[in-house]
């Protein structure tokens, strides 16, 4: 603890090392030296008496001075009955009080100074008492024969007696005020000590300053802090006198001041705060807390920067890159912004997993940082989307060369590195908004318009092209109410088995009953709900429907199957199994009699096949839908069993016209033979399309010949009940 020649340590009441009670042990010492020599008068006087009785009385004076001397502090009832008998005794024995008196005054006034905790004012009554009933029994013994005594003879008697109560009472109050005044001093002393190890142990630079800015207390940490050399005014890291600063640095009442101090070593952050003292005496005192907050701010500068950069590629984040381009804006910066989505970045995560993603990830982030100018700012927003904000000229260009140039770091020399969809949205332009958030969702439009047209370019954005994605977004909106409000319905067509001529299954087809613009087909949507994610909830529901009606076929009499499609988005993940799995269960509908009918494109997803397989063996039928199509492989045939492959209504319209395609179609039966498959032929519109199918060894026929899709209740009876008419040979 460093103290200055002010210090504000000194004790209560003195300078240290003086205690209070010095003066009251001298008046101790006094009053006894002056009850010791009336207490050994009293004795003499007693001895000389003679008789038993005043060799007693003089023995008991011995007694108690000598319990003086062995035990100075102690003050007992035995002490103060004997005290009283003693002076009973020598008011009787003795011819004049004197002695008497000298012997009370000594031992009341010593019992006044004593600390003891007994009773003072009865204690120390009890030999007066005792001197007052000795001089009665004393008057009455020697004036039997004599009137009473009168004033005058009491008075002298009885007023010393009075004053010496009310002094030694005075005397004690005074002891108890000086040993009041001692315990505050010993109080004080401790807190000071405690003052003084806490502040010197403060990590916190401490300073109490007076009302002229002299330190009267500090401790060491406030001298390294402030760079002071411990003497002399306080100065402060403005470079002046703390008290003259013009920051506030000790202005009582003042917001807390915060500055930065580099002495060589690597800068240190330092926050000072003045906090008056209530002291009336002493005016203008401040107290100065000096707190280092460098490794607070090196914590916040972190934070702050990992809130605004992204922790896989250093980039910048959504939200600090949206106020740079506000800030840009706001100084009518020529700007562009270029939102970069990554092609078929979900393939990558789903195939060769997400660590995969992210070397994606920060690879095209190393490339975008390359490819712009130190002045551009490139964020990653989240997921696999990127941005940069880049200057443009005044020449119309827009931002589209920066776009190019981005294109090409991204794809490589090879063009096949990394493809991405890149929108630009320039302000003022072309409708954009003048917000950050209304150009990244122009420029969110012109990506998604990018993607549409097969990816691996950059669009412009223009207003028409908000109002297709609005129109878009309303289709979406209004799709997913159709969910809720059960306007989507099933149309059933009719499969008939060619071996027993009469229909064995139905192909369930979803239609969506639009409020505003009636019936519409699945080309309509189901597109929409791919892109949208929708087509999960609407497949579920389309086979939930599906196999509700077989079963209420079924409890009808006409144990008819169900064939319903499947998207590949609905094989993503394993959950398909157990849903198909619950779903017969809980409608009780026969295994055999549910087909799934998948496309060709379904081949690619090597995980897909293998959900598909784990239904084929809860007992469904698999069908290969629109075989010859799309990506045909004989390997996936082999590998994968299907149950049903369905001939394509294009196939199925060149019979009787073309001989290769009658050609193509018999190596198909053929083929679907031999895998332990039967063949079912869509699009059927003729009785010689059927003809010539019956006779090639098709097992299904499918088509308008024996019933467009409708709805369950408007199918005519015959469907149900009747053999089907087929052509003869």
């Not at 005044?181 to 630079?205: F, I, K, L, N």
């Not at 190393?366 to 989240?382: I, K, Q």
């Not at 904000?389 to 827009?398: E, I, N, R, S």
């Not at 299954?505 to 979803?510: G, I, K, P, S, T």
Request: charged share 25%; with cysteine; hydrophobic share 45%.
């Amino acid at each position: 603890m460093t103290t200055s020649a002010h210090s504000a340590v000194t004790p209560v009441g003195g300078p240290p090392g003086v205690p209070h009670d010095r003066g009251l042990r001298r008046v101790r010492r006094l009053t006894t030296a002056f009850a010791w020599i009336g207490g050994v008068v009293f004795a003499v006087r007693l001895a000389q008496a003679g008789g038993v009785v005043g060799g007693a009385a003089s023995v008991a004076v011995a007694l108690v001075l000598g319990g003086w001397l062995l035990w100075p502090e102690v003050d007992g009832w035995g002490t103060a009955f004997a005290e009283a008998a003693i002076v009973v005794t020598g008011v009787l024995v003795l011819p004049d009080p004197q002695p008497v008196l000298g012997f009370l005054f000594g031992v009341t006034v010593r019992r006044a100074l004593l600390d003891g905790a007994g009773r003072f004012p009865v204690k120390a009554a009890c030999p007066v008492l005792g001197y007052v009933l000795g001089f009665g029994a004393s008057v009455v013994l020697d004036d039997r024969h004599t009137p009473p005594p009168g004033p005058e003879v009491l008075a002298p008697v009885l007023m010393p007696l009075l004053g010496l109560l009310i002094g030694t009472a005075a005397l004690r109050e005074t002891a108890r005020a000086a040993h009041l005044a001692e315990a505050a001093r010993r109080y004080a002393d401790d807190a000071h000590r405690t003052t003084e190890a806490v502040v010197r142990a403060s990590p916190v630079g401490l300073a109490l300053l007076d009302g002229d800015g002299r330190p009267e207390l500090f401790n060491e940490r406030v001298a390294d802090l402030l760079g002071w050399a411990s003497s002399g005014t306080v100065p402060c890291p403005h470079g002046t006198d703390i008290t003259g600063c013009p920051a506030g640095c000790a202005r009582a009442g003042e917001e807390p001041v915060e500055l930065r101090v580099d002495r060589g070593g690597g800068a240190t952050a330092l926050t000072l705060h003045p906090t008056g003292v209530e002291d009336d005496s002493r005016p203008g005192r401040v107290v100065v807390a000096v707190v280092d907050v460098t490794a607070r701010r090196a914590l916040e500068d972190a934070l702050r920067e990992r809130s605004e950069r992204d922790e896989l590629t250093g980039l910048f984040g959504r939200r600090h890159f949206l106020d740079l381009v506000d800030r840009a804006l706001a100084a009518g910066a020529r700007v562009a912004l270029l939102l970069i989505d990554l092609d078929r970045f979900k393939e990558v995560n789903d195939t060769a997993g997400h660590q995969a993603g992210d070397r994606r990830l920060v690879e095209a982030a190393r490339l975008l940082r390359s490819t712009t100018g130190p002045e551009d700012v490139v964020a990653r927003l989240g997921g696999d989307e990127f941005a940069v904000l880049t200057a443009v000229p005044g020449d119309g260009d827009g931002g589209v060369r920066p776009a190019e140039r981005v294109l090409a770091a991204l794809a490589g020399p090879g063009g096949r590195a990394i493809r991405a969809s890149i929108g630009i949205a320039v302000p003022g332009r072309a409708g954009t908004g003048r917000t950050s958030e209304d150009l990244l969702r122009d420029a969110d439009v012109a990506m998604y318009v990018a993607k549409r047209e097969g990816g691996g370019r950059a669009r412009s954005f223009e207003r028409a092209m908000g109002e297709d994605v609005a129109a878009r977004q309303r289709d979406q909106a209004d799709l997913r109410a159709a969910l809720t409000n059960e306007e989507l319905v099933l149309h059933y067509q009719p499969i008939i088995d060619l071996a027993e001529a009469r229909t064995t299954h139905a192909e369930a087809l979803v239609r969506w009953r639009h409020p505003g613009r009636g019936l519409l087909g699945p080309d309509r949507f189901i597109g929409l709900a791919e892109e949208t994610g929708l087509i999960v909830p609407l497949g579920a529901h389309v086979l939930r429907s599906a196999c509700g009606q077989a079963v209420r076929w079924q409890r009808g009499g006409h144990p008819l199957g169900v064939a319903v499609n499947v998207s590949p988005w609905q094989l993503a993940g394993e959950a398909f199994p157990r849903q198909v799995d619950e779903l017969l269960t809980t409608t009780g509908l026969e295994a055999g009699l549910l087909t799934v009918e998948v496309t060709e494109s379904v081949w690619a997803d090597e995980a897909a096949m293998r959900v598909l397989m784990d239904v084929r063996d809860l007992g469904v039928r698999i069908a290969l839908d629109d075989f010859g199509t799309g990506y045909s492989s004989l390997n996936y045939l082999r590998r994968y069993p299907f149950d049903l492959v369905k001939i394509d209504k294009s196939f199925t319209d060149g019979l009787g016209e073309d001989d290769r395609t009658e050609g193509v179609v018999r190596c198909i039966i053929d083929l679907a033979a031999v895998l332990g498959a039967r063949t079912v032929a869509e699009g059927v519109e003729t009785p010689d399309q059927a003809r010539w199918l019956r006779d090639a060894g098709c097992g299904y026929l499918q088509g308008y010949l024996f019933g467009r899709p409708d709805l369950p209740e408007n199918w005519h009876p015959g469907l149900l009940t009747d053999p089907q008419r087929l052509p003869s040979t």
